[in-house]
Each structure stands twice: as structure tokens, then as C-alpha cells.
């Protein structure tokens, strides 16, 4: 199993980032997929998690209106659009392979390695 996540960077506040997850070794269809997030000196955070097929999402209250999960199941890839960017929106991102159907900050089996967003003027 592997996930990979690119898209962070640095942008100013109001801005937009699109996240991706590019996953394999594993049938990416099959599972619900969560985005969860690490701010500097905090513990993780739940930020989003959809279905296997796509059709229903679910957002932290602190992100909900501003960013919307997605996946492409024929690409194996999840996404995160991010809007309207936050200071505190800063953290490194993960994505994450759900275990069974919960979505919860620790409740997967599976991780990528991070990307970094920095939301700074």
C-alpha cells in the first residue's frame, strides 16, 4: 500500500491549494479515505473523509464550506480543494485509508508521507 500526497505550498490568506493522493498497491474503490491534519505542536486532526464511491463527504466543522474532498476511483486518486485559507489552516496533510467506515483522526491503517501547507502573508 501506498499513498503519496503533493499540492502543498506556501500561499497567502484567501487563497486556494488543491491537494492530491495518488494511492496504490491496494483496491482504492473499496475503501473510504479521510484527509487529517498535523499543526505545528498539536496533535491530528480530522479534517474530511468520503465514501468509497464518492457520493457522500464529510468535513470538520473548522474547514466545512471552505475545502471539498473528491475522488477519481478510475484514477485511484483522492483530492482536497482548499479555499479561502486560513492562518491557522497550517499544518502538514495527510492522507489516510479508513479501517472499516469511521472517520476519525486515528482510525486508519494506511498514511502518506505528508505535504506541507503554510498559510502566511
Known amino acids: 500500500v501506498q499513498l503519496v500526497e503533493s499540492g502543498g505550498g506556501l500561499v497567502q490568506p484567501g487563497g486556494s491549494l488543491r491537494l492530491s493522493c495518488a494511492a496504490s498497491?491496494?483496491?482504492?474503490?473499496?475503501?473510504?479515505m479521510s484527509w487529517v491534519r498535523r499543526a505545528p505542536g498539536k496533535g491530528l486532526e480530522w479534517v474530511s473523509g468520503i465514501n468509497s464511491g464518492g457520493s457522500y463527504t464529510y468535513y470538520a466543522d473548522s474547514v466545512k464550506g471552505r475545502f471539498t474532498i473528491s475522488r477519481d476511483n478510475a484514477k485511484n486518486t483522492l483530492y482536497l480543494q482548499m479555499n479561502n485559507l486560513k492562518p491557522e489552516d497550517t499544518a502538514l496533510y495527510y492522507c489516510?485509508?479508513?479501517?472499516?467506515?469511521?472517520?476519525?483522526?486515528?482510525?486508519?491503517?494506511?498514511w502518506g508521507q505528508g505535504t506541507q501547507v503554510t498559510v502566511s502573508s
Open positions: 498497491g491496494f483496491t482504492f474503490s473499496n475503501y473510504y
Open positions: 489516510a485509508r479508513n479501517m472499516g467506515h469511521t472517520y476519525n483522526a486515528y482510525l486508519n491503517d494506511y
